[in-house]
């Protein structure tokens, strides 16, 4: 079957006695009755709208062109951001992080390889008359190569000016630092994803100093002050087995005691590191559950709740860097479209290297570019019939595999298929169903465990 | 045995970074300076309590003068900023563990 006609993604789910059809290439979410999707199923197969009334409209937009499916890019590379990796060191000994162990974490970025780096970028962002240049931040921890952020801020500015683009920085950070190195950051970053678990227990459980030492009274200092600051603040709170149960306490407490922009909750990525810990992923229908519920906590006080791969605002084909042809500068001068580590992906059979930075200028290896852009939603097959795959993309190309078998879902599915679904349902007003889905769990689960959502494949629709 | 110059900021001024330039008002006599491109950068690493030898580095990457530009850039700014107050200047017999700039009046 032909995947890429927007009709294609069209996607009908059971939820209660009702049908939610979303076509998110149509702009169209609706619920409506068994015997209305299958009305509508039928003026899609002839092509026809024999419908009157809402029914008729929603005929004729499913009937219509839509917007053109997602593609990968093509042609010259064209980062959307650069990402520098300052050093892969770091100041916590968190205990589900698999970056511990890592060959490099003892190397930090030479500054003039970072001075270089923003160069090459800035010559594209120049060449290319972009409008808007960014840089990312990735650890380890970046503020344990603080030279790094300090040079390439400037050096960036600078060529922003030149060039005559607005430029962005965002930086994800343990948050482990002088009040005077917190300052610098709300003044100079746009965008701060401050890694925060949650209240004391949790925080320090998880995330200790490498002498097991409590980093809660710094990190929380930390985020009163990015709170009080300019730069947009995002919370990144990882979630396990053990906490899944309190992220609507979590959730409470950020409300109460800080003002981030949004909260991000993250499942626990198995390493070696967090089963020797015993922190485990938590059950996926719980994961969802609860997220639903500390979203409404943190909707109340107008933040966000995120989870990466339900991002319905999105239409991607690719869920990371991978697929944006962002190209990340490491500290011996490795470029790559990912920010994990190498020998995370090479695991998984992949070489995300995209060239080398050699003699202040990036050469990039076109075999790799286009492999790396090959990792998209289109290559996974067993995406093809769910509804989330212009969201999610398939998720992480490293840490989620998605099983070969259509219609089969695995932890990370259920739980983005959950949450993906709550949002489509809150972005039409209706977040009153999501509130009597998540409460039943045999609803939850036919929804959630549809082996195909194409309205038009199957005998009848969900 | 002489030790470190040691930059303080002037108790009378206060200052705040405002998207790329950093902006400085002495309270007293309501004197103000927008401080851009090398002096902004002057400023932030001050700010960070880096070292002369490491400043001259950072300016000659981040503006692309030679060293010996970096080094007449960053007297002559200091210079400027010690001439106008906005700066006190002072030998240290013993090594700072923190940052030598203080946030003096912010």
Redesign the interface.
Known sequence: MNYSHPKHSIFAIQVFDQILLYAPLHDLAALVNRAAALRLRDSLLCGKNGNEGRLGEIASILNGEGKPAPWPKQGDLAPEFLGLLPTRGCNLACRYCGFLTADESHKVMDLKLARDAVNWYMDWVSRTGKQRAEVHFFGGEPFCAGEVLDLTVHRARKRAREAGCTLHFEAATNGVYSEERCRWAADNLHTIVLSLDGPADIQDQHRPYKDGRSSFPVVTRSAKILSAGAADLFFRSCVTRQTVDRMAEIATWFCQNFSPQGVSFEPVQPTAQSEAAQLEPPDPWEFARNFIRAAWILETHGMEAIYSSADVHTRRVSFCPAGQDVVIVSPDGTVSACYLLQRDWEAKGLDLRLGRMENGSVHLDADAVASARSLNVWNKPSCARCFCKWHCAGGCHVNHTPANLPGTHDRLCIQTRAITLRNILKAMGRDDVAHDWIEDREAMVKSVLQVSDLLLEGESPA | MNGPLVYQCSPAIVW??DA?RVLLIDRDTGQSWALR?AE??LW??L??G?TRD?MV??LS???SPSVEDAERTLDGVLENWREAGIIHVSESHVLSE??AFG?AGF
Do not use: E
Request: hydrophobic share 35%; with cysteine; aromatic share 10%.
């Open positions: 705040a970074q790329d491109d902004a950068m932030d690493w700010r960070g880096y490491k580095q950072m990457l981040a503006c923190g940052s946030k």
